[in-house]
């Protein structure tokens, strides 16, 4: 709309021809969908440039994509039945589509994104970090990691064997 309203207002126009021109003019710069809003707009409904524009907004501000900010990374939340493995890296590739997020933000969007419900795994990880405070995302990621090689570790146990059970506290 910015772009639109200064092209005309920067031509050559008399001041009182230029809502004239602005209203006139308008749908020559439409397309797609714009377009077809436009032609279904009922005639002689709007006789101000500033209605138009209005409504033009309201009726394609939806359309606009949404910068991505920090604190966006508080979104990031883990699904219901997602597994840990999963979680965390969806985590990783979803933080890195925003603008670099402070350590102390990322562990703290991560703890608050675990859903205790999906596994007994987040509910082991989110026990560990509660008592015992990660720092950095590679903190979060080396409890998360020494959880994995542990169920690892167990899984590759034979049946029925005393194999000692080192599940994190």
């Not at 309201?58 to 997602?82: C, L, M, P, W």
């Not at 840990?84 to 985590?91: E, G, I, K, N, Q």
């Not at 562990?107 to 419900?117: C, D, I, K, M, Y």
Request: charged content about 20%; hydrophobic content about 40%; some cysteine.
């Amino acid at each position: 709309m910015t772009t639109y309203t200064c092209g005309i207002k920067g031509n050559d126009f008399e001041d009182d021809e230029i809502e004239s021109v602005l209203l006139k003019m308008f749908g020559v710069t439409l397309s797609k969908g714009a377009i077809i809003w436009y032609h279904n707009l009922p005639s002689n409904c709007i006789d101000l440039f500033a209605i138009l524009a209005d409504s033009f907004v309201k009726a394609h501000a939806g359309a606009i994509k949404v910068t991505k900010r920090k604190s966006d990374v508080f979104k990031i939340k883990q699904r219901e039945n997602e597994m840990l493995r999963a979680f965390v890296s969806r985590f990783q590739s979803e933080q890195m589509e925003l603008p670099p997020v402070s350590n102390d933000w990322v562990v703290q969007a991560f703890t608050q994104g675990l859903n205790e419900r999906s596994s007994i795994a987040s509910k082991q990880l989110n026990q560990n970090l509660i008592k015992y405070p990660a720092v950095t995302w590679a903190d979060v990621h080396n409890m998360y990691q020494s959880k994995i090689r542990v169920k690892d570790d167990q899984l590759g146990a034979p049946l029925g064997s005393n194999y000692p059970s080192r599940l994190l506290a």
